[in-house]
């Protein structure tokens, strides 16, 4: 049984690869006849399979070689386009490109996980009820009293003014984050940062393990560094579509 | 004196306990009777936007309040009411130390630099430069020679407080959550965003010993007075005591631990105050790891909790502005 979401990551994990000519695959969760193609398709001329399944299991070599990083082409900066430019202001874009500068991480990158942190939405105010988590990064509410602001008041500013605190919250991680999987860790476990991407993030039995088991891919009671970041890997090949880059 | 007259002494000195418990009673302020009867809460104030830090000043008859709104008060806590009032952004602050004798504080700014500053007057007595990102905890060593901060900071910053000169800087590679003196001695400890308890030795530049206090990311932490144990929450609901001295683990926090945005540790270690978003703020047993009572805050979360320094009364802060009084008798 596939899960819509997990075939929307895999749709745009394919689109991302799709350098043999083949139209987009709409992302929309559905695993018809064009998406098991586009696998089969895959298999055939990458992985040199003889009988291609079409299928994309956790931990096999079709979801190994999809989300493998250097698959994934980054633009080139001269035509100064980055993931999801095209679903943010030309201010905030131009923002984020100088705040990355600082950082010394890749503007994708960072795009990416802000992507993955705010449902696609940058927006700076959208809020998980529980948690309380807020805006492009989900800012926890200790988080913001630790930067001297409150939840409510990083809401009521502008995507643009947010960015300060997202700088602010990545300042200590700075020159480190190389990958896109670092730049996902600080977010998420910044012990991590500069391990293989094999490293374990969570394992079983435990709070941090129960709360992000929807990440282990491979189901053997252990997050990696990689399966964490898979769904903002995702978030990075869907951002480099037509639409979204810019 | 004969049996008759001791009889009505004591029956009139009944009579007069009980009028003035009722003259006591009538002086309480918007006394809310919650839990098993020996809780009771009363609204301090509000000061008009979240509260980033508040405390109980030694003595208990103040408190101590920071907001959003680049506003620091100073709250009368017999009427209630607000006594003082700092206004400007260097009084928007998410931590504070006192001196010894309670007349200063050490507080960070917006622009990352570090005030020493004078409560009654609110003027600067040393500032203390060098960090260039966000500062969101600050220590004062026993002695008051020594003042440190961390926080977004590429770096633990300690100063001679006396003349503000830069005595260490600890390059660190993740952002420090919490940091304190451990009294006696010379060593400085830190809580780390990755879960870590590091270690220093004030005395030299050397490297910090580190050890894992928690599997998953540490959000909030607070440390005893004297430094030696910290209670730290994770991002995934896990809370910990943590003994700095033997670098163990004392205890897990079981019952409802998630979602902690704010934590208190009382002046003998016996008690813990944690505030959440879900507007709950709850007391804690350190010493069976059980919690004892709980109330309700108001806006969308408890963002600063404090014990008064013995232990009887507890005060919260949430992020509307509300301060809230609550009697643990």
Redesign the interface.
């Known amino acids: 049984m596939n899960l819509p979401s997990d075939v929307k990551v895999v749709q745009a994990l394919l689109n991302a690869n799709l350098t043999i000519p083949l139209s987009l695959l709409a992302l929309d969760g559905i695993c018809g006849p064009a998406t098991i193609f586009a696998i089969r398709k895959i298999q055939r001329r990458y992985l040199n399979s003889k009988a291609p399944d079409g299928r994309v299991d956790p931990g096999g070599p079709t979801l190994h070689f999809l989300t493998d990083p250097g698959r994934i082409a980054i633009p080139a900066p001269a035509t100064g386009a980055i993931a999801w430019g095209a679903k943010v202001s030309p201010e905030f874009k131009a923002k984020l490109i100088k705040i990355c500068a600082n950082l010394g991480v890749d503007p994708n990158f960072l795009m990416s996980a802000m992507a993955f942190e705010s449902g696609e939405s940058f927006s700076p105010s959208v809020k998980n009820k529980v948690s309380g988590a807020t805006g492009l990064i989900q800012f926890m509410p200790s988080t913001a009293s630790g930067l001297s602001t409150t939840t409510a008041k990083l809401a009521a500013m502008t995507a643009v003014d947010q960015l300060d605190y997202v700088e602010k919250y990545f300042n200590p991680y700075k020159g480190r984050l190389n990958t896109i999987e670092d730049t996902y860790m600080a977010i998420l476990w910044p012990k991590a940062i500069g391990e293989a991407n094999s490293y374990v993030c969570f394992s079983s039995p435990s709070k941090a393990y129960d709360q992000n088991a929807g990440l282990d891919a491979d189901g053997d009671g252990k997050v990696t560094k990689a399966e964490a970041a898979a769904k903002v890997k995702a978030k990075l090949a869907k951002g480099l579509q037509a639409g979204y880059v810019g | 004196m004969s049996s008759m007259w001791k009889h009505r002494a004591s029956f009139l000195l009944v009579i007069l306990f009980f009028a003035a418990l009722g003259v006591w009673a009538r002086q309480q302020p918007q006394v809310k009777t919650i839990g098993p009867g020996r809780f009771s809460k009363h609204d301090l104030g509000n000061s008009g936007?979240?509260i980033?830090?508040a405390i109980l000043l030694p003595g208990s008859t103040a408190a101590i309040s920071s907001s959003?709104n680049d506003r620091t008060s100073i709250w009368n806590l017999a009427d209630g009411k607000e006594s003082k009032r700092f206004s400007g952004e260097s009084f928007?602050?998410?931590d504070i130390a006192l001196s010894s004798d309670a007349r200063s504080a050490l507080t960070?700014t917006?622009s990352a630099a570090v005030r020493y500053w004078d409560l009654a007057t609110g003027k600067n007595i040393r500032i203390l430069a060098g960090a260039k990102?966000?500062i969101?905890?600050v220590a004062l060593s026993e002695n008051g020679a020594l003042a440190a901060a961390a926080?977004?900071?590429?770096a633990i910053h300690v100063w001679a407080l006396a003349d503000g000169t830069s005595v260490r800087i600890f390059p660190?590679?993740?952002?420090?959550?919490r940091i304190a003196f451990e009294f006696g001695s010379q060593r400085l400890v830190s809580v780390?965003?990755?879960?870590?308890v590091c270690v220093r030795n004030t005395q030299n530049q050397g490297p910090p010993a580190c050890i894992?206090a928690l599997?998953?990311?540490a959000?909030?932490a607070v440390f005893s007075k004297d430094g030696r144990l910290v209670l730290i929450?994770?991002?995934?609901?896990?809370l910990v005591l943590w003994d700095v001295d033997r670098a163990s683990l004392v205890r897990t926090l079981t019952g409802t631990t998630q979602?902690?945005?704010?934590l208190a540790l009382s002046a003998d270690g016996n008690l813990a105050l944690s505030g959440g978003?879900d507007k709950t703020v709850r007391l804690w047993n350190l010493r069976t790891g059980q919690q004892i009572a709980h109330t309700t805050g108001s806006?969308?979360?408890v963002?600063?909790v404090a014990f008064s320094s013995d232990g009887t009364l507890a005060l919260f802060g949430c992020?509307d502005g509300k301060l809230t009084l609550w009697r643990l008798e």
């Open positions: 936007d979240g980033l830090k959003a928007r602050f998410q960070p917006p990102v966000n969101s905890t926080g977004q900071d590429t660190v590679d993740v952002a420090q959550i780390q965003a990755d879960g870590q894992a599997p998953e990311p959000t909030t929450e994770g991002q995934y609901g896990t979602n902690i945005s704010s978003t806006g969308s979360y963002s600063s992020d």
